[in-house]
Structure formats: structure tokens, C-alpha cells
């Protein structure tokens, strides 16, 4: 059965569009029966980030207690934060109000488990099923109503989480980093966290406002942070997103570096260490071509998964994988976390600076990226996909690559529009190859 809110990273839409006050009532109330789960008193963690999240959280709240629940308000904080408090303190539920790298206009919904994970689709349906419900004779009763308040001190909890993902005697002296926190929620934490370690830190999008996250700034728009390590000589920079579960790397001359690479590094560092679990890391049909390549000539397969974090760490843990990713630079290491970390995977990619001795950009640069295509059409309604000219342009385009390359044809999850991915050796030859499939696309849609 189709979800009707749940997305492939929680719910998200325009704040007061979809994203109501009526619409986190309904998901208070809904995911607070379904996680209740015993006689004990049962609480749920909250994070958040940006303007609308004081309206979307307040409405959240009203839910939750009205079943029983206790809330937790943690003020804003990073994902990977969030889904981590959710276990160490018992917390039945965890919830992240946030919209990732979405400007301010927009904000979402992240549910967490009591182990600190996404939840799964069955597990969304249900809840979606009680939001379509009425709720009035599952309410709590009056004495049983929860209660809620702030709670101090969990910064210093991630902060000290983060630190331990490093040797104990790892010291950052002499690193000048340059730390862009996208005015969202790591905008404490993680400059704190990397002066601590020894680090002389530059910090840029750290004065949010409510307005302002991600805009210009973080790791969608790393331009700023080019121009400030540039600026500063610094020897690397670091751009998290709003909610800091991604990251991208800025080397000391101030090239871009993605999540292919950053992969590459640590699961290149973790084999030579002995650290990785098995010999294979997991990425999404969208990892560069150059990157499996790479890892195969170093013995480490890579196993791919369709588009969203949530599938990479589905085939970790179903089967023993503990490093994953994607080019946006969602970096899941499931020895710390239950979700993508941006800060522990720069923290990562940090020890093998200091361990290396190397410039920034050398060692993170590790495999020359295949000349990648990305076209789009968008079409208004039907099946485009399964149109026979269509299915004849894919066979033809796959012929004309003749095996030195590959080719990604999806529909979009959230928009209708289809995504023509194709990448080779000859770039030339690439773009033939997408533009077979872009045209018979068009004229289908068109029909």
C-alpha cells in the first residue's frame, strides 16, 4: 500500500503546506500509541531546527502528551544527535524536526525507534493509518495526561560521543580547520567539538536565525566555504548540512570533495587498519563508476542500493556491512551510529590527515571521477518508462556505451519527472547515449 505522508526520509513539505500544525498533531498522537509499548512511562526526544520548528513542535508535543507520553525537548541539534539520545536515554521515540538541506520555507519530520533507527515502511504505514483514524477514545485520561520540558546538557553529550569515535591519543594541533555549520543545527556542537580536540577552528554559518539555514552556505552551497579556507590557508574545510547528517569536504586549495571520495578514504583507511567488517562497502546506483573501480582494485567490493540512506543502511545491517554512503555525502558508519553522521565522518576523515601527514589534497582525492550526465523530463502524466520507443532508445543507448559504461533510468520519488543517468569512460559517447533516451522520453510524455 502507497504511504500518503511518509517520504523516503520521514515527511517533508512546505511549513504550513503540508507540514501543519493539524498534520503533527495527528503524527504526535498516532506515532505516540504505536510506540507505547509496556507498562512503564513512556517519553520521546525532540530536536529541531529553523523558524517553523517552534510551531511544528509545540503541535508535536500537544500529541504526544495527549496519549501519555513525556517529552524531552533537546532544542537544536543534529540528526545523528537526535537518533543517538533516542537510545542512551531510553527514550521510546525520537523525532527531528527538520527539512536537511531544504531552505527555511520547508521542514520535515524524522522519526527514530528506541534503538536509534529510521523507522521502517511497515512501521510508517501504521502510523499513517492512525493519523487517517479517529483517536478521541485512545486518549490518555487525565491523570495519565504527559508531561513536558528542556533539558540541558545534551550537547556535551554528542560532543563527548563524537570524541570517542577517535584513538584516544588523536590530537587535531596544528590542523586550521574551517567549519561551515550551514546556521543550522550543529552550529554549536561541532566547532566546539573540534576546538576541543586540538584544532585551530574557523567557523562559518553559525549565527542562525530561523531564515537563513542553508542558505548560501553548508554543503549544498560550498562556494563560501572555498572562499574562507582560501582566505584563511586553512588545511581543510568541513560543510555540514542544516541538519548535519551530510558532509563535504574542501581540500587546502580549495577544491570540492564529494561522498565518493570520502568513502573511498575511510574504507581504504579501515582495511588497512583491519577495521572494516567485511571486504565491501554499500553505496547507491548514483556512486561514480570511478569509485567501484577504485575500490575493486583494492579488494573491497561495493555493493549498490536504490536512492536514500534508509536503503544503504537496510543492506549494512541485513548484511554485516559497517560502512556506507552516498555522493552527497550521507556517510553511515553503523560501529557509531544508527543513521548518516556529517561530524564523525569528518572526524574520520580527519584521523587519516593527521595519521598520513599529507595535504588534504592529496589524500582525498583517490580515484579520477567518470564524466557523469544527468538529464530530466518531466511529463504530465502515464507511464513514459513503458513506452515501447522508449524501451527501444534504452537498448540502443545501452548498446552504444558497449560495456564501458552504465546507464540509470528512475522515476523521480517526489516530482513527475524522469531522471536519465549515464556514465563512461568517453564523455561524448555518454551523452549520445542519454540523449537517445532523453528524446524518445520527450516525445512520449508529449504523446
Known amino acids: 500500500m502507497a504511504r500518503k505522508f511518509f517520504g523516503t526520509d520521514g515527511i517533508r513539505g512546505r511549513a504550513n503546506g503540508l507540514i501543519t500544525p493539524e498534520l503533527a498533531l495527528k503524527v504526535g498522537q498516532a506515532a505516540g500509541l504505536v510506540f507505547q509499548r509496556g507498562d512503564h512511562r513512556h517519553r520521546v526526544v525532540i530536536g529541531k531546527t529553523r523558524l517553523s520548528g517552534y510551531m511544528i513542535e509545540t503541535a508535536l508535543i500537544a500529541g504526544f502528551t495527549s496519549v501519555g507520553m513525556d517529552v524531552l525537548q533537546l532544542g537544536p541539534m543534529p540528526t545523528p544527535a537526535v537518533a543517538m539520545l533516542t537510545k542512551s536515554m531510553r527514550a521510546d521515540l525520537g523525532v527531528m524536526i527538520s527539512a536537511s538541506h531544504n531552505l527555511f520555507d520547508d521542514n520535515g519530520i524524522k522519526l527514530f525507534g528506541p534503538a536509534g533507527f529510521k ?41 563527548e560521543f563524537a570524541k570517542r569515535t577517535l584513538p584516544r591519543d588523536l590530537s587535531l594541533d596544528g590542523l586550521r580547520v574551517v567549519v561551515d555549520c550551514a546556521n543550522g543545527a550543529a552550529y554549536k556542537v561541532v566547532p566546539e567539538a573540534l576546538w576541543e580536540l586540538g584544532a585551530d577552528v574557523i567557523s562559518i554559518g553559525v549565527d542562525p536565525d530561523g531564515f537563513n539555514i542553508n542558505k548560501d552556505c553548508g554543503s549544498t552551497s560550498p ?79 561495493l555493493v549498490r542500493t536504490p536512492v536514500g540512506d534508509r536503503y544503504v543502511l537496510e543492506q549494512m545491517l541485513k548484511h554485516g556491512y559497517n560502512l556506507g554512503g552516498e555522493p552527497s555525502g550521507h556517510i553511515i558508519m553503523s560501529d557509531f551510529a544508527t543513521t548518516g553522521d556529517g561530524f564523525v565522518a569528518a572526524l574520520q576523515v580527519l584521523s587519516v590527515v593527521k595519521k598520513l601527514g599529507r595535504p588534504v589534497s592529496e589524500i582525498c582525492h583517490r580515484f579520477e571521477p567518470l564524466p557523469q550526465i ?74
Do not use: C, F
Open 119 to 159: 523507522l521502517s515502511d511497515d512501521v510508517e504505514l501504521q502510523i499513517e493509518q492512525l493519523m487517517d483514524e479517529n483517536l478521541d477514545k485512545r486518549l490518555a485520561q487525565s491523570a495519565s495526561l504527559g508531561r513536558a520540558k528542556r533539558i540541558d546538557g545534551v550537547h556535551d553529550r554528542y560532543i
Open 223 to 301: 562556494e563560501t566555504l572555498v572562499k574562507k579556507v582560501r582566505e584563511m590557508r586553512a588545511d581543510i574545510g568541513i560543510a555540514l548540512d542544516g541538519d548535519a547528517d551530510r558532509l563535504i569536504i574542501v581540500d587546502e586549495r580549495g577544491h570540492v570533495v564529494d561522498g565518493d571520495q570520502l568513502l573511498a578514504v575511510i574504507a581504504q583507511s579501515w582495511k588497512g587498519d583491519g577495521r572494516l567488517a567485511k571486504p565491501g562497502i554499500v553505496a547507491t546506483v548514483m556512486s561514480n563508476l570511478g569509485l567501484e573501480r577504485y575500490l575493486h582494485g583494492h579488494g573491497i567490493e
Open 374 to 447: 544527468l538529464k530530466n523530463v518531466r511529463y504530465a502524466a502515464g507511464k513514459p518508462l513503458d513506452n515501447p520507443k522508449v524501451q527501444s532508445a534504452i537498448t540502443a543507448a545501452e548498446k552504444r556505451l558497449n560495456g564501458n559504461g552504465r546507464l540509470l533510468i528512475r522515476p523521480s520519488g517526489t516530482e513527475p519527472v524522469i531522471r536519465v543517468m549515464g556514465e563512461g569512460d568517453d564523455r561524448a559517447i555518454v551523452e549520445e547515449a542519454v540523449d537517445l533516451i532523453v528524446s524518445a522520453l520527450g516525445l512520449a510524455a508529449a504523446a
